[in-house]
């Protein structure tokens, strides 16, 4: 039944597409929200053409228990996480807790945080699928952590992170949590976690377009802002401002941008711009959304959020599981390669590691293009993606809701040699 829906809701998909948790298909709907945006832009005027979006905040923030304020913006999953971390106001000496399945764009950002701002990054336990231990954390977070950062669900392997448990520890604790849901959300359940903050992505599980990562804050806190102030998200509070056209401001206040008020403090020489001045962030998740952006994405976006709770996201989730479970029954052991996770894993991610005795990354690029050659597309990760805890590159394998067991058994064909 969702299959037959997913697949209704497209009057194309690639061949043998088994590529979800890399770029998903986005739905017929979704992309005349594009390209109907995109036209309405150029016939009443780009800023004119402002896309309704609140149901759609509303719906997407409801999948983490949140709330439509909570939500934000912005280009990909990591300018969604570089916006919230490297705002965030931790002091020197910070401890900040991850684990060594992290994504890689993210521990190079933390990586960077910490050489700049004297912050210690520490090892999360995990057992042997980096799967983080809840009691191993607990005694970490006795032992004090400022933060916590888990994906959860990693892009190089298929295990579902206990997010559940994490979270109420961290609350217990008094520690923030921040959960990257970029391969979660859409695929499992990522209700119940109660984190201060989740990271996601629209063009993986949630068939979204290109272009388009979000924020969902509901845990926003005193001080967390984004790294960079923007108009939009932000308003002016204080400055000192110079004369404008031979007029000093007096000092007093005038009005500013977003209704706030300037206080100026200073006249200044003339034709200098302002010399100095602070820029408080609006209410809630809106000072870290970019107001320039892909609108018309964000558009087909939001279209793609209420098209996922149409389907029904429990419905979407057990599915996704079952052909998971299905493929890695299917194709571990076969020519050699092993399934990276639990075979009984509920995730739609299957990640398949190279037989001993071959070099990997050959192996993985040449079943990659024999696949293709066999009209399947699936993904390969690079041990760049998780340096820390990929061994070799792995063949990835994630069925949209709507793939066939088909192709499947056509992979499980090409790997048999
Ligand atoms: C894809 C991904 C990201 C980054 O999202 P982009 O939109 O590609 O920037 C972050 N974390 C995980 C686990 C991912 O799979």
């Known amino acids: 039944m969702i299959a037959e829906s997913w697949r209704a809701a497209r009057s194309s998909v690639p061949p043998g597409h088994l590529d979800a948790a890399g770029c998903n298909v986005p739905s017929d709907r979704t992309l005349d929200a594009v390209v109907g ?36 913006l912005l280009e990909s999953g990591t300018a969604a996480m570089a916006a919230l971390l490297g705002g965030w106001p931790l002091p020197p000496g910070s401890r900040v807790g991850v684990t060594r399945a992290e994504y890689g764009s993210t521990l190079m950002l933390l990586y960077r945080l910490a050489r700049l701002r004297d912050w210690k990054l520490l090892e999360l336990p995990v057992d042997d699928d980096s799967r983080l231990d809840p009691g191993g954390l607990a005694s970490m977070l006795a032992g004090g952590l400022d933060l916590v950062v888990l994906s959860h669900i990693s892009s190089h392997r298929g295990v579902v992170q206990p997010a559940v448990a994490v979270g109420r520890l961290c609350r217990a604790a008094g520690v923030p949590l921040v959960l990257d849901v970029c391969q979660s959300l859409g695929h499992v359940d990522t209700g119940g976690a109660g984190a201060t903050a989740y990271v996601g992505t629209s063009r993986k599980w949630l068939a979204g377009p290109r272009g388009v990562g979000f924020l969902i804050v509901p845990g926003l806190a005193g001080g967390m802002d984004a790294a960079a102030p923007a108009l939009g998200g932000h308003a002016w509070v204080r400055g000192e401002a110079p004369a404008v056209g031979g007029h000093a401001w007096a000092r007093g206040e005038a009005p500013a941008f977003g ?5 100026a403090e200073a006249p200044a020489v003339g034709g200098h711009g302002w010399v100095k001045g602070e820029a408080a962030p609006l209410a809630g998740a809106a000072r870290y959304e970019t107001s320039e952006g892909p609108i018309a994405a964000r558009a087909g976006f939001g279209v793609a959020v209420l098209e996922h709770r149409t389907l029904g996201p429990a419905a979407v989730h057990a599915h996704l599981a079952e052909l998971g479970v299905t493929a890695r029954r299917l194709l571990d052991g076969i020519g050699g390669w092993r399934a990276g996770e639990p075979l009984d894993e509920p995730s739609a991610i299957v990640t398949l590691r190279p037989p001993p005795g071959v070099d990997p990354e050959t192996a993985v690029e040449d079943a990659r293009s024999r696949a293709a050659e066999a009209s399947l597309l699936i993904g390969t990760v690079p041990v760049g993606r998780a340096p820390a805890d990929l061994p070799t590159p792995v063949l990835r394998i994630s069925p949209s809701p709507g793939a066939y067991q088909e192709d499947l058994h056509a992979l499980a064909r090409v790997l048999d040699r």
């Open 259 to 263: 209704g706030q008020r300037v206080r």
């Open 37 to 72: 945006h995109l036209r309405h832009e150029r016939e009443v005027g780009g800023y004119r053409a402002v896309p309704d979006l609140h149901a759609s905040r509303a719906a997407l923030a409801a999948l983490v228990g949140a709330g439509a304020d909570d939500v934000a």
